[in-house]
């Protein structure tokens, strides 16, 4: 009988942590499930977005592309503020110059020695660095030149040609024909000039991935060249 008390004492030590509940717990909410018609009305209702598909670079052999022979339009120039003032302070200073060197030039005699580096009659020209990169819908060309004089640049294209002349920092000078890998929208394109730079932005006639730039020359029409430069 001890035995049996000790054993029925260990038991109820056992269930001291929780009392039983007698009540059964609630059955877990199963999903809906809706029929085929309720999910193609709310289908519907979901907010409908334009796709905009970038397809990778076709073979450039069979991208349609018009005539290089269409006519040159000049692009839209559009002058930031940064280089409208920067272009001011340069104006400004150099009518200072101006009167200066006026000022001063009775007062130099034949012979005298220059005593700093800037007396050169032209300044050197050096190369102007520019890159390019792509969105889906288009294609931007940066190049890096200060100060660039808006009244004596231009940038003519058609849809597969592009013809960039750009005059900065005074006397220097930027010239570069392009034959362009895709077909652009040159009414959808234009030009940005700021302080730094000159950025040129055209709206690709397809959205598409470019694999270069330019138009990679004829493998014949290479050797021509090749053949040309070796005969002169």
């Known amino acids: ?3 049996e008390r000790g054993h029925i ?7 001291t942590k929780g009392l039983h509940n007698s009540e059964k717990p609630p059955e877990p909410v199963k999903p809906e499930v809706k029929t085929t018609s309720e999910r193609k009305e709310l289908a519907e209702l979901k ?8 397809r990778a670079p076709k073979p450039v052999e069979t991208i349609n ?6 006519p040159m339009t000049s692009l839209q120039l559009k002058v930031s503020a940064s280089l409208k003032q920067a272009l001011d302070k340069l104006k400004l200073s150099s009518e200072n110059e101006e009167e200066k060197k006026e000022e001063d030039s009775d007062e130099i005699k034949i012979g005298t020695s ?18 390019w990169h792509q969105t889906g819908g288009e294609v931007t060309i940066s190049i890096y030149a200060k100060n ?3 009244e004596l640049s231009h940038v003519e294209a058609n849809s597969t040609m592009l013809n960039i002349h750009i005059i900065f920092e005074g006397d220097k000078e930027f010239d570069r024909n392009v ?3 895709g077909v652009i929208d040159v009414k959808r394109s234009y030009v940005n000039m700021t302080a730094t730079k000159i950025e040129l932005t055209m709206r690709k006639a397809e959205p598409m991935l470019w694999a270069n730039l330019e138009l990679p020359i004829p493998k014949t029409q290479l050797k021509q ?4 430069t070796d005969q002169e």
């Open 47 to 54: 907010p409908k977005f334009q796709e905009h598909i970038i």
């Open 9 to 15: 004492h260990h038991i109820r030590k056992g269930c």
């Open 65 to 70: 592309r018009p005539s290089p022979d269409e």
């Open 114 to 131: 220059c005593k700093n580096g800037g007396c050169l009659k032209g300044k050197k020209v050096v190369p102007c660095r520019h890159d």
């Open 225 to 228: 060249n090749e053949d040309i």
């Open 148 to 150: 660039s004089l808006p």
């Open 179 to 181: 034959i362009l890998w």
């Open 1 to 3: 009988m001890t035995g």
